[in-house]
């Protein structure tokens, strides 16, 4: 892979945020690819030079604005059967079997 095909996942790579194929296939390119490793390299330094005091960090009043916000919110309701309604009534015929096949059992043992 010297094609730098994968260069557009640096970023994701130095935030840990890609899965483990992708991470191995990335270092595999970076160890035989001084270019990308460089551009790694300098993301990283850059990254150790950003501390946290350097971030600005939120007023209060705005987290507990953003917070109290979420907490009112609507939720979106679901329309009609949705995915989440079929999963409750398989869920729903799955207890209706279990009940059924446990009286079964009960008037089986009489
Ligand atoms: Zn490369």
Redesign the pocket.
């Known amino acids: 892979?010297?094609?730098?095909g994968?260069?557009h996942l640096l970023h994701a790579y130095i935030d840990d945020e890609l899965d483990l194929v992708r991470s191995l296939e990335l270092e595999e390119?970076?160890a035989e690819?001084p270019?990308?490793?460089q551009?790694v390299a300098s993301y990283r330094a850059l990254r150790q030079t950003i501390t946290p005091e350097l971030r600005y960090k939120a007023p209060g009043y705005l987290r507990s604005g953003v917070l109290n916000r979420l907490e009112n919110a609507e939720r979106p309701k679901p329309a009609g059967m949705g995915s989440g309604a079929r999963v409750a009534s398989a869920a729903d015929a799955a207890l209706d079997a279990a009940a059924a096949s446990m009286t079964t059992d009960r008037e089986r043992g009489r």
């Open positions: 892979m010297a094609d730098h994968e260069r390119h970076l690819c270019d990308c490793a551009e």
